[in-house]
């Protein structure tokens, strides 16, 4: 794993960011460009992404993909496994690069003529006329999908400060929240923001005892961006992360309301457990030192 200073990549460092008190943070994206605005037209075809299959902000763009019918843009699967190179891709099969044929997701970085200086993270939407990245956060990407192109609305005037305010409790409680457990290094803070996990779970599992979805009838982005967390919930979360006070399939309406969203048109394409086993079970130092994958539990998703 690694870090990228001005176009070129140094091995090291952890992606973890451990603050004195145990606590962890996640870093910031800063390649912020905008589909529709500039230099990048709406325009599908020219679009690319470099994702792994079991990051979870990757994950919201390939559902916003889905979701919007957006097969156009073209997608590269990293291994599920980071290595001293960071996301890594085969030579060819279902995890190589077929666009630009790179080995990492830091030779994507690197073929952009910015100079890139950061952290070498997936999602990465790319421009293939101009040789550029577009954005590299999934937040950025899942709206400008949206909003540039047709499908449906993810992100209605009418429901725009909803989504906001449960985008932002979700971020922070449940899909930064159980990585806020699972990399703490401290008592406190892993049960702190396990608490969290499971206080906001249980908020929106009683909400959803009346509503369809989290504002109202129709799915919309704040449902896109819960997904994932649940989606990985019971096969990683709940043991290799330690969020495991109740499981996802535990919840009366929670549940049911997850496989409603799996059964979607295109959803379940987006989704491999087996890749998240293998991720998140990958060999770790503090979590996981012999990288051994449990063979439970094994969750029916309808
Ligand atoms: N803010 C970014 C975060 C993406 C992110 O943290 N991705 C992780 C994988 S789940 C990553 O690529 N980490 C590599 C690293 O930090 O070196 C987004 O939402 O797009």
Request: proline letters at 5%; charged letters at 25%.
């Amino acid at each position: 794993m690694g870090y990228m200073v001005d176009g070129v990549y140094h091995i090291g460092e952890d992606v973890t960011k451990t603050l004195p008190n145990g606590e962890w943070e996640r870093s910031r994206s800063t390649v912020r460009h905008w589909i529709g605005k500039g230099d990048f037209p709406a325009e599908a075809g020219r679009y690319h992404l470099f994702v792994a299959w079991n990051c979870p902000w990757a994950h919201r763009a390939l559902l916003t993909r889905a979701i919007k019918g957006l097969d156009e843009i073209t997608v590269s699967y990293a291994r599920p496994n980071r290595d001293d190179q960071g996301w890594v891709f085969d030579k060819e099969g279902e995890f190589s690069d077929p666009l630009l044929g790179v080995r990492a997701v830091h030779e994507v970085y690197s073929a952009d003529p910015m100079q890139y200086t950061g952290r070498l993270t997936v999602p990465v939407l790319w421009d293939k006329v101009q040789g550029r990245m577009v954005s590299n956060e999934s937040a950025d990407i899942v709206r400008m999908l949206n909003a540039a192109f047709d499908g449906p609305d993810l992100y209605p005037a009418a429901h725009q400060a909803q989504i906001d305010e449960w985008n932002t409790l979700i971020y922070e409680t449940v899909n930064n929240g159980v990585y806020r457990a699972g990399f703490a290094s401290a008592q406190e803070p892993y049960e702190k923001a396990a608490h969290q996990v499971f206080e906001t779970l249980d908020k929106i599992d009683a909400h959803l005892g009346k509503h369809a979805f989290l504002c109202g009838d129709t799915f919309t982005e704040a449902d896109l961006r819960l997904f994932p967390t649940l989606a990985r919930f019971d096969v990683a979360y709940h043991y290799a992360f330690r969020c495991n006070l109740r499981m996802l399939s535990d919840y009366a309406h929670l549940w049911p309301y997850s496989k409603r969203i799996y059964a979607m048109p295109g959803v379940a394409e987006t989704v491999r457990f087996d890749i998240y086993k293998r991720g998140y079970f990958s060999a770790s130092e503090k979590r996981n030192p012999l990288g051994i994958i449990p063979i439970g539990p094994t969750v029916d998703w309808g």
